[in-house]
């Protein structure tokens, strides 16, 4: 229809309102097809350690090439995989494509690779054991994983649903609490968690783009921040646009950050061009 009202005026329109017309049953039913017919692609984002501005490892983030509605984000189809419970063979999927891949990278040992969990996998009796056999067919050691978890996931978790991530991280993975702050977080119950890093949420940086920065922001960071530290736990934040945020977050004592500012997430071809240690 474009075409036939001539020029390009409709080929700006709002992708998501376009998004929004997609059949949500029929992306759903198609799900099981698409990852037997090898739709889904990974593109990777790279972690940079503040301190020296270098590339700390890569996080891993899933799409759908999809054969009519071609390219479409997590957001319109986790949850759907997560609903009919495709996220266990899709998020094996995506662990052991991810960790192969980022083997491939450097010279000098893999890359780390952030692999992100949905709740249903979180609660699937396979995690640790399907964990451990990608770890050992690509061998990598465990430590070059990271398994990236929001804490609105374990939320209500009691002991006997944390013990699979204990046991991930008393092998050496990982384990960062994605999207941090954006939950009801009790904050006593960082002490119960095998969690090895805050990812601290985009809300967060949202308010240090600002000349001057929101104080309370600020404040919020700082105090995030030192007791994460005295934690044991290292701080990541996310939605880094740009310089001014960099430089701020890097003052307020943030280990590591990800966000457009360093590099928007891109194919593993553009990655290893751009990113990978040493080619
Ligand atoms: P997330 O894990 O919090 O990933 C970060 C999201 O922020 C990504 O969106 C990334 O593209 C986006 N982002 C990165 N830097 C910036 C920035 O500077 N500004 C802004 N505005 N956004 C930035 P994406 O790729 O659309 O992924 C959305 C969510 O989908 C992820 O959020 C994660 O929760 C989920 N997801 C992605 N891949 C997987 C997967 O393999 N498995 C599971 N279970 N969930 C996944
Ligand atoms: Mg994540
Ligand atoms: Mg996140
Ligand atoms: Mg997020």
Redesign the pocket.
């Known amino acids: 229809r474009a075409k036939d009202a001539g020029g390009n005026r409709y080929e700006v329109a709002d992708p998501d309102s376009d998004a929004r017309a997609i059949d949500r049953h029929s992306l759903t039913n198609h799900l099981p097809a698409a990852l037997e017919r090898d739709e889904f692609f990974l593109e990777y984002?790279p972690l940079i350690r503040m301190s020296d501005g270098k590339v700390d490892g890569a996080?891993?983030?899933?799409r759908w090439k999809h054969p009519v509605h071609g390219r479409l984000?997590?957001?319109r189809f986790?949850p759907l995989a997560e609903h009919t419970g495709l996220?266990v063979p899709l998020?094996r999927w995506?662990l052991e494509q991810a960790v192969r891949q980022t083997c491939t990278w450097a010279s000098g040992g893999p890359l780390r690779v952030n692999?992100?969990?949905?709740p249903r996998q979180l609660h699937h009796p396979d995690l640790v054991p399907d964990t451990i056999a990608v770890l050992e067919a690509v061998g990598v050691e465990p430590s070059s994983l990271c398994l990236?978890v929001t804490e609105s996931a374990l939320i209500g978790a009691d002991e006997d649903e944390l013990k699979p991530l204990w046991q991930l991280a008393e092998l050496g993975v990982d384990i960062a609490l994605?999207?941090f702050g954006t939950g009801y977080s009790n904050l006593a119950n960082l002490r119960k968690l095998p969690a090895t890093t805050l990812k601290l949420d985009?809300s967060f940086t949202q308010g240090l783009q600002r000349h001057p920065a929101d104080p309370v922001d600020v404040t919020f960071v700082e105090g995030i921040v030192s007791l994460a530290h005295a934690l044991g736990l290292a701080v990541t934040v996310?939605?880094?646009?740009t310089e001014h945020q960099a430089d701020q977050l890097r003052d307020l004592g943030c280990d590591t950050a990800?966000?457009?500012y360093y590099a928007r997430?891109a194919s593993a071809a553009e990655f290893a061009r751009d990113w990978a240690p040493n080619g």
Do not use: H, K, M, T
Not at 115 to 118: A, K, R, T
Not at 238 to 241: K, L, M, R, S
């Open positions: 984002q996080e891993a983030l899933v984000g997590p957001d986790i996220i998020g995506v692999v992100n969990l949905s990236e994605d999207d985009r996310e939605g880094v646009e990800q966000g457009w997430p």
